[in-house]
C-alpha cells in the first residue's frame, strides 16, 4: 500500500507531464493545418491543462486533509449547503441531458463522417460528465 507522501510524489510527478504534454501539444498545433488534426491536438491540450488543474487540487485537498480522511471527508474551509450543491450539480445534469440530445440530432442530421466521429466524441464526453456529476451528488447525499 502506498503511503500519502508516496501519492503526493507521484501526482506532483503527473502534473510535470502533463504540463510538458500541454507545451508540446501546443507546439504541435502551431505547426499543422488539418481541420480535424487541430481540433484532436486542441482537445489533447485543454484535457492535459484541466487534468494539471485537477491534481494541483488534489494536492491541495491532501496537504490540508488528515490522513485518516478520504476526499469524499474533506470539507472546504467555507460551509456550503449541500442541498444548494445538490441542486446546482443536478441543474448540470439536465443540461448535459440536453446537450447529448442536441449532439445525437446533429449526428443524425449529418452524412460527413468526419464530423460524426467528431460530434459522437464530444456526445462520449458529456455522458462522462453526466455519470460524473450523477457519482458526486450520490457522495452528498452520504455526507449530509
Known amino acids: 500500500m502506498t503511503t500519502v507522501g508516496g501519492i503526493i510524489r507521484l ?7 502533463e504540463k ?10 502551431k505547426k499543422v493545418d488539418n481541420a480535424a ?16 488543474d ?8 491532501l496537504g490540508k486533509t488528515p490522513s485518516s480522511k ?9 460551509y456550503a449547503d449541500p442541498f444548494v450543491v445538490k441542486s ?8 448535459e441531458d ?5 449532439i445525437e440530432e446533429e449526428i443524425e442530421q449529418t452524412k460527413d463522417e ?10 462520449d464526453d458529456e455522458r462522462k460528465h453526466h455519470k460524473l456529476l450523477e457519482e458526486i451528488t450520490k457522495h452528498l447525499r452520504k455526507i449530509d
Do not use: F, Y
Open 37 to 52: 488534426a487541430k481540433m484532436c491536438l486542441l482537445e489533447i491540450r485543454l484535457d492535459s491543462q484541466k487534468h494539471a
Open 114 to 123: 468526419g464530423l460524426k466521429l467528431l460530434l459522437q466524441h464530444i456526445a
Open 11 to 17: 501526482l506532483k510527478r503527473q502534473v510535470e507531464i
Open 70 to 78: 478520504t476526499l469524499w471527508e474533506h470539507r472546504i474551509g467555507s
Open 54 to 61: 485537477m491534481l494541483n487540487r488534489i494536492l491541495e485537498v
Open 20 to 29: 510538458e504534454n500541454v507545451k508540446q501539444v501546443s507546439e504541435t498545433e
Open 88 to 95: 446546482q450539480l443536478e441543474k448540470h445534469m439536465k443540461i
Open 98 to 102: 440536453q446537450m447529448i440530445s442536441h
